[in-house]
């Protein structure tokens, strides 16, 4: 691609470019010189898992290295102890290095379900931060003020609003801003919400006699509620390690705006495609539906396999559209003498439910069928020695007592 294609395909759900003409000018450059941009992304392990709204980014980063480019995928070890207080109300817990060295290696074995191992290289920010002394630590300091840190929006809010504010927050911006420095990175990647530490690691490499970075933010995606960003605490999140069937699923319940929002985010398709898509969607030659399982069976390939999505894709009409049983149940033994069964037990049991609180919300809300008839009650008597328990959409078992 000429370096003006490769921008408008750059722009493509991107929330911002600082500076855009500068991007252009080092696209310009690199096809000149046939040196690929080094594009830079960092990630705190604080969590376990990475789930759609996190690949927003890693999407990007691929799209880079469609173009040819080179990607670093940098895991902050370091800076995850610190804990990024972007767009936080209050100071993050502090994780031990144990914590941040597990999630790191979480996140190692899924990032290649999206990236090109052969372009990406994985770095730790502990490479450079680790080596840097108190002397190092109060130089950097004091290529910042506490004025600029006060201009960031969350900690001028907790400054007006009186709550406190750790001087090690402070210390965060200029620690990812220093990782640009020594990647030399041409291009930093990051939502929105890390629009403030982007531009100082522009500012900062200007400092350091580099030549500064282009900053490009993404929209943080909303969850499958189509309000609240993605996030496995709301429960509106979709996570790239879930069974093929849970992602399908979960995403034909996506409401019908958000659709066009997740394709240009996250599909590989082509914005021609994308738009030809949507244009027969609205003069009623493709149902929503049909939209929607496009998305979600692209969604189980990328993170299973074609085949699962193809099976997925046939358990959800199975199941859902034609109320049928599905064709695989798994089986559990559950020890059972005499007498009555606490449904909520045995459904934290199976791990249908995380806890017995909410194994009783979902008998209340006849969530839980047993042998297909709705059982809202909390105690049952078996008449079988085996019996088919449903929890919700889809979580099926056979239990044999």
Known sequence: MSPEQQLEELKRGADEILIEKDLLEKLRKSVKTGKPLLIKAGFDPTAPDIHLGHTVLMQKMAQFQRLGHQVVFLIGDFTGLVGDPSGKTKTRPQLTREEVQKNAETYKSQVFKILDRQKTQIRFNSEWLDKMTAYDFVRLAAHANVARMLEREDFNKRYREGMSISVHEFLYPLLQAYDSVALKADVELGGRDQKFNLLLGRELMKDYSLEPQICLTMPLLEGLDGVQKMSKSLSNYVGVDEPANDIYGKLLSLPDPMMRRYYDLLSNRSLTEIKDLFSQMEKGALNPKEVKSQFACEMVARYHNA??????????????????????????????????????????????????????????????????????????????KSMVLQCGKRKFGKILL
Do not use: N, Y
């Not at 806890?355 to 979902?362: I, N, Q, V």
């Open 307 to 384: 085949e699962a999505a193809e099976h997925a894709k046939a358990h959800f009409e199975k199941v859902f559209s034609k109320k049928e049983l599905p064709d695989e149940i798994p089986e559990f033994s559950w020890p059972w003498k005499e007498g009555e069964i606490w449904l909520p037990k045995l459904l934290a049991d199976l791990k249908f439910v995380t806890s017995t609180s909410e194994g009783k919300r979902m008998v209340a809300q006849g969530g839980v069928k047993i042998d297909g008839a709705v059982c809202k009650l909390e105690k049952f008597t078996p008449c079988a």
